[in-house]
């Protein structure tokens, strides 16, 4: 078994959460410190609001919220980890391996068969030494895709033939 993914996705994803916490704190500070001089409540909540619309559209182009914290590779299936969900997801259910991109950042996204706890779609970094090199990042999706199709090959192969698969 080998980790195919960032992993610090966990602690990446925790440090996005972290600093718009603290964009709202300094941009929230100065009508909480109370002095009615510096600035009043309405400029700092029309910040605030601009602040969150902000926010709300990296996390729409960049998808944070929606990584998986680990992905290992453990031969004929990939163990999924995201928060507190860890699952097990067979090559044969994975439909399609893509590479989509969003404000610099590079994700592998499964697109499954059939939905699962985790979505009809599970996105991961691919691990850091791939993402400066995005031809790397292809290969590395396409070589996933071919398993998967193999995969589904085979398992078809035994339905056919009324066989159970090996395992």
């Known amino acids: 078994m080998r980790v195919i993914s960032f ?11 972290f600093s718009v916490a603290a964009l709202a704190a300094v941009v929230m500070a100065p009508s ?5 001089g510096r600035q009043n409540m ?3 909540l029309a910040s605030l609001a ?11 182009k960049t998808h944070v919220h929606l990584l998986a914290d ?7 299936h990939l163990r999924v980890q995201r928060g507190r969900t860890v699952m097990a997801v067979p ?18 996204v499964l697109h499954l068969v059939a939905p699962s706890p985790l979505g009809p ?6 691990q850091a030494g791939l993402w400066s090199n995005p031809p790397a990042i292809e290969r590395a999706a396409a070589a996933l895709a071919q398993r998967s ?5 085979a398992r078809g192969s035994h339905r056919a033939s009324g066989r159970a698969p090996p395992g």
């Open 42 to 44: 309405v400029a700092n």
């Open 70 to 76: 680990e992905v290992t590779d453990a031969g004929d």
């Open 149 to 153: 199709l193999q995969a589904r090959g």
């Open 32 to 36: 909480l410190a109370g002095d009615p």
């Open 91 to 108: 090559l044969a259910d994975i439909g399609a391996v893509t590479v989509a991109s969003g404000a610099g950042m590079h994700r592998i």
């Open 7 to 17: 992993r610090s996705t966990a602690l990446f994803k925790r440090g996005a959460a």
């Open 121 to 126: 779609r599970i996105e991961f970094l691919p």
């Open 50 to 60: 601009m602040l969150g619309v902000f926010c709300i559209y990296v996390l729409a």
